[in-house]
């Protein structure tokens, strides 16, 4: 079943998934019928919905995480309706949430944040370093930008950021605590100049990425990426975190 569905878009799944649960649940109403006599309330009718579209959709392949969604969805319909929510708030909150997650439809990259155990991972990476031109690709709301460019040994440090939201934050921030950010597509960058490139992406860019930074980067540099490996390319170190969620750094060493 997770193979069928993998070919169509997400959204598109999560949809489908709605209408199972909705099938579903019309037939567990009716043989509720049997024992409890209707009417059921609202609410509760709701929330099976939303539960049942959610694991649903873990069967046909959706990511776990789109259960938040799935039940989400039902409940705000639910709410949006009971209290008559004027419709411009949603368009308003779907063009915010857009403006801030930009690249998660086209790039398949949400907006999540390094935390502070992995800067100070990127920093003893650094201190090994004289002078170093660090760049971070999709530098979300600039605080790697920042951080790096408080190292004595960092000379420069720049990112790229193109969703509207983060990159006018990150603008703002680096304006008043160093560090350069850029409106610029990650595929458009020029990763030569680079000593230190750090990537906190996703898995599904890794391969064409690892492509750029082979194409481009020169020799003493290194690539850095949190979380995601490049796939079936050994890293020259694997740093393990003692975080919370045992981040692990790849680090590829370009000869
Ligand atoms: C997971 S966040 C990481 C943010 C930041 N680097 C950090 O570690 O805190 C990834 C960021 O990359 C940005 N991004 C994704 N694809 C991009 C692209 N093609 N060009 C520029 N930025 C991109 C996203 O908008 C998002 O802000």
Redesign the pocket.
């Known amino acids: 079943m997770k193979s069928f569905f993998s070919r169509f878009p997400k959204i598109a799944v999560a949809l489908i998934a709605q209408a199972f649960a909705l099938v579903l649940l019309a037939a567990l109403v009716l043989v509720a019928s049997f024992f409890i006599a209707p009417p059921y309330p609202l609410w509760l009718l709701v929330l099976v919905q939303g539960f049942l579209a959610a694991f649903i959709s873990c069967r046909m392949g959706l990511p776990c995480w789109w259960r938040i969604i799935q039940i989400a969805l039902p409940v705000g319909l639910y709410f949006g309706l009971t209290y008559k929510v004027n419709s411009w708030w949603a368009l308003g909150i779907f063009i915010v949430l857009w403006l801030v997650?930009?690249?998660a439809i086209?790039?398949r990259?949400?907006?999540?944040?390094?935390n502070s155990t992995t800067r100070e991972a990127l920093k003893k990476l650094v201190k090994r370093r004289r002078k170093v031109r660090f760049l971070?690709?999709?530098?979300?709301?600039g605080?790697?930008v920042v951080f790096m460019s408080q190292l004595p040994n960092v000379m420069r440090s720049d990112?790229?950021?193109?969703?509207p939201i983060?990159y006018l934050l990150a603008r703002f921030f680096t304006l008043l605590r160093g560090g350069h950010i850029y409106a610029?597509?990650?595929?458009n960058t020029k990763l030569e100049y680079y000593d230190v490139v750090?990537?906190?992406?996703?898995p599904e860019?890794m391969e064409k990425l690892w492509q750029k930074v082979s194409n481009e980067m020169v020799s003493g540099s290194v690539f850095i990426s949190?979380s995601f490996a490049v796939p079936d390319v050994e890293p020259s170190e694997v740093w393990e975190l003692s975080d919370s969620r045992k981040t692990k750094l790849y680090l590829y060493h370009i000869q």
Do not use: C, H, Q, R
């Open positions: 997650f930009f690249n086209k790039e990259v949400p907006l999540y944040l390094t971070d690709l999709g530098a979300g709301l605080g790697n990112g790229v950021e193109t969703a983060p610029m597509d990650i595929w750090y990537a906190f992406l996703s860019p949190n």
